[in-house]
């Protein structure tokens, strides 16, 4: 099974379609038991390959079983018709992300006609340091609490990246300040972010909602505050659906 779970992980946004040479290269097992463990995978829908390029890619059943994951995930069930009305009434991109240690998740994800995409970004990672997301989900960590989660200093994407914990500690107190998180061409260039927390019953961050787009569609110096108002009504509509109650927990909503 941990072979079998090797050779699935081999696969990435970066090398989405691979050999079974390289697949040996990257694993460090066998070719016989690469080709056996492949085999095994094609027939049972977790590989596909494409006979005539002799390249083999993540199958239908990986979907599948992504798919099932999504649906049984109460933050995605109850965020993905607000995002997906968001996108809509704002144009621009709408997601949804939970963190997973380290790292932001992406549930969901709307294009809207301002913020277009060539793909999805459901099920990728991100860091938490450099995206409004990541920043939204962390916003309420203690200084020492995030320094044992991330360490005290990070990757830079950009010159406009914190790189460093007082730097990321400073931003945060902003974040609970104004209820919201921004992020300016600290992951990538051209673009920027603006995102909320999302809240379950008893009150703690279980996920971000965030619109996207590039810095000409979002136009953060005159549209900050609308913008703003926007994610945090809808924020709070899916924090709303998991049962949160801001007079009931004594927290902002």
């Keep these: 099974m941990e072979r079998a779970l090797s050779l699935l992980s081999a696969f990435s946004e970066e090398y989405p379609a691979r ?5 040996v290269a990257g694993t460090g097992l066998g070719q016989s038991t690469v080709s056996r463990l492949v085999g095994a995978l094609v027939t049972l829908g977790y590989l596909a390959h494409d006979e005539r390029s002799g390249l083999y890619s993540i199958g239908p059943r990986v979907v599948t079983l992504a798919g099932v994951a999504l649906n049984h995930s109460p933050v995605h069930q109850q965020s993905r018709q607000p995002a997906q009305n968001l996108a809509r009434a704002l144009g621009l991109g709408a997601n949804v992300a939970e963190r997973h240690g380290p790292s932001l998740f992406y549930l969901c994800h709307f294009e809207g006609p301002s913020a277009p995409r060539p793909t999805t970004l459901v099920g990728r990672g991100g860091p938490l340091h450099a995206t409004g997301m990541g920043k939204a989900l962390i916003s309420e960590l203690s200084p020492a609490e995030i320094g044992e989660l991330l360490g005290r200093s990070y990757a830079s994407y950009t010159p406009h990246t914190i790189v460093d914990l007082e730097g990321l500690t400073a931003a945060l107190e902003d974040v609970r300040r104004r209820g919201y998180a921004t992020e300016v061409e600290e992951l990538a ?10 809240r ?7 996920a971000a909602l965030s619109v996207s787009g590039p810095l000409s569609a979002m136009n953060l110096a005159k549209r900050q505050d609308e913008l703003a108002m926007t994610v945090i009504e809808y924020a709070d509509q899916i924090s709303s659906s ?12």
């Design 242 to 253: 998991l049962g949160y109650h801001a007079a009931a927990t004594g927290l902002r909503g």
């Design 19 to 23: 050999r079974i040479s390289e697949l």
């Design 200 to 206: 379950d019953r008893t009150g703690r961050i279980v």
């Design 189 to 198: 260039f051209g673009r920027a972010c603006l995102a909320a927390p999302i």
